[in-house]
């Protein structure tokens, strides 16, 4: 008789005990400011709170590819896109073109929870994947010597455009006003504007030879990253000329511009270090370095530009730097050889 009473006492505080108050059921949204960071070795992308420093959740991509290659938030901020080259880009150029077989392919994540949203298959190895800035195609190129741009549609992955480009593309990046988008030919001295409107090549810009990647700079205007020369070339998104350039002494990787700080702040490609650069008589001008972690390669400002986020490669870390006081703050572990960073505040 006990027991069955003991039974039923329970059997009423079972509901009681079951149902846990709000703040304590796990969710899967990522609910707070966040890095994405995307790790070509481990096949992941790490997930950073901004608030806490800390890698809060990680995706993996196994199922989806290998050797993930950069990131790029959608215009409205709620997907993610990733390469997936089947190439590790750390090994060399020459074996890239050995990889005949290697095939490519863009993951379409939601930034809001991590999950798989689509993925589309490349007949090539790709460099980058990129939304459009109206939300609507994802454009990638292939990175091989008779080069092409593919544009698909965003939401189904369909294939839209196919347009020759050249010898060696890589990183795909649009101007501001979304006219055009950018792309550099490594096996060349020329930089293309396709323009976006036509699915056509508008203009072969003449630059430093060999160039290795272009990066759309929040300043409006396009950099020329030219590691064989140590060189930057500076375009101008409205006469789509060649009008400036930066000599360096070391390999630049990518750079980002500090509206608040007026200063351009480029990677030391393969070394521990961020450069960054003040405006003097219409000219950069080296102004410091500040040390990161093993083999800076990627870097991107807080919305109020008063920290920087660089990528260390080989150091398999994320550096916090003050922009204020140009100084570190803090490494964050990731995963393995991450390559790209965005954020999402």
């Known amino acids: 008789m006990m027991k069955i009473y003991q039974a039923f006492c329970y059997s009423l505080l079972l509901p009681l005990f079951s149902c846990k108050p709000k703040e304590e059921i796990k969710t899967e949204n990522i609910d707070f400011p966040a890095a ?20 809060k959740k990680i995706i993996q991509l196994t199922d989806l590819g290998r050797f993930p290659h950069h ?26 073109h050995q990889a005949t077989d290697k095939k490519g392919g863009i993951a379409v994540i939601d ?16 460099f980058n994947a990129i939304f459009s800035p109206d939300n609507t195609e994802i454009w990638s190129a292939s990175a091989n010597h008779s080069g092409e741009m593919y544009v698909y549609d965003a939401n189904t992955g369909i294939l ?27 096996e060349s001295s020329f930089i293309v504007a396709v323009n976006t409107k036509l699915k056509k090549v508008e203009k072969f810009i003449k630059v430093d030879q060999f160039p290795t990647n272009v990066w759309a700079v929040s300043d409006g205007k396009i950099y020329v990253e030219n590691k064989n020369l140590k060189t930057v070339n500076i375009i101008d998104p409205e006469t789509l000329n060649f009008d400036e350039y930066i000599d360096l002494d ?32 219409d000219r950069w001008v080296l102004k410091s370095t500040i040390a990161t972690n ?9 919305k109020d530009d008063k920290i920087a986020y660089v990528v260390n490669q080989k150091g398999n870390t994320v550096s916090v730097i003050n922009t204020v006081n140009h100084e570190k703050v803090t490494d964050i572990p990731v995963g393995l050889n991450p390559n790209g960073i965005v954020l999402r505040e």
């Open 36 to 55: 994405y960071v995307v790790n070509g070795g481990s096949n992941t992308v790490s997930i950073i709170n901004l608030n806490e420093r800390v890698v």
């Open 71 to 96: 990131i790029q938030l959608s215009p409205d901020g709620k997907k993610l896109a990733v390469a997936l080259p089947e190439f590790d880009f750390t090994q060399s150029h020459d074996l890239l």
């Open 111 to 126: 930034a809001l929870n991590g999950k798989s949203l689509l993925k589309i298959s490349l007949e090539k190895v790709n």
């Open 160 to 186: 839209k455009s196919t347009i020759p480009l050249g010898a060696d593309p890589s990183e795909v990046v649009f101007t501001k006003n979304g006219d055009y988008a950018i792309v550099a030919l490594g």
């Open 250 to 281: 070391f390999k630049p990787g990518q750079m980002a511009y500090n509206k608040t700080l007026n200063e351009l702040w480029i990677c030391q490609a393969g070394d521990n270090k961020v450069a960054y650069f003040e405006r003097k008589v």
């Open 294 to 302: 093993d083999d800076a390669h990627a870097i991107t400002f807080s």
